[in-house]
């Protein structure tokens, strides 16, 4: 699979800006996905120069939201070649090679991530196909292994449910809807595998007891062994995005 990149130039006032030029944009606009990452959206029809122009226009509006985005936003892990990442059935290994784009692979238990040399590693559009690349490794190995594994587990404490779907959860591991869907998170692929159990256990408890009352954590725990509170504290320790 490969991604493709933007144009980089680097402009004095803001920094490095990333140019996108395709017949999908229908006005120039610029987006900040962090404080490091500013692009900008070039319609058919716009030339570079005067993107460059606008981006130095919008100049102190720039600073002004990077600045607030860098008082709330998290730190990012920084993935290169010294990254150990691994999940359930798979481990991240990050080359750089002479090429114009960054090529993804999957095969054999490793995530094989390969980018331009030309280009440093920290630069957000590849930090962006690193990430892109981890999600979609999780995703499918979350599609084959979590509906199977809830089912076993609802076999064996009795549950039943309508059915699960595997989604990219930004701030919850699962939920359980009214109906007893179970949604749960592609990034369960990560946590140690008493811990994934764990959060299975807890949607699968909420087909019976809706809400976080005694009835519920007294019904965990009995599926949990006794470690329920235990579980959930250990949870704390995990975030559901890539940091």
């Not at 919008?58 to 936003?73: F, G, L, V």
């Not at 590693?121 to 292994?145: C, F, N």
């Not at 939920?175 to 869907?181: H, M, V």
Request: net charge positive; hydrophobic share 35%; aromatic share 10%.
């Amino acid at each position: 699979m490969a991604v493709d990149l933007p144009v980089v130039y680097s402009i004095e006032s803001v920094g490095e800006v990333a140019f996108y030029k395709g017949r999908r944009y229908k006005r120039l606009s610029i987006k900040l996905r962090s404080k490091d990452d500013i692009r900008v959206l070039i319609p058919p029809g716009c030339s570079m120069q005067s993107a460059i122009d606008f981006v130095e226009e919008k100049s102190d509006w720039i600073i002004k939201a990077r600045r607030k985005m860098a008082e709330k936003q998290p730190v990012a892990t920084l993935f290169d070649e010294s990254t150990t990442f691994s999940s359930r059935s798979f481990v991240l290994k990050i080359e750089k090679a002479e090429r114009s784009d960054v090529r993804l692979y999957l095969y054999n238990g490793v995530l094989k991530v390969i980018y331009p040399e030309h280009i440093p590693v920290s630069h957000p559009p590849i930090q962006e196909a690193i990430r892109y690349g981890i999600e979609e490794a999780l995703r499918r190995e979350a599609k084959s292994y979590l509906p199977q594994r809830l089912q076993e587990l609802a076999r064996q404490f009795g549950f039943s449910y309508r059915a699960v779907f595997i989604k990219n959860l930004k701030s919850r591991w699962g939920s359980c809807s009214g109906l007893n869907n179970i949604n749960l998170n592609l990034h369960l692929m990560r946590l140690p595998g008493r811990l994934t159990d764990y959060v299975l256990l807890h949607e699968l408890c909420h087909t019976i007891e809706k809400n976080h009352g005694p009835n519920f954590w007294a019904l965990l725990d009995r599926c949990c062994r006794g470690e329920a509170r235990k579980l959930d504290k250990e949870m704390k320790g995990y975030r559901t995005q890539l940091y």
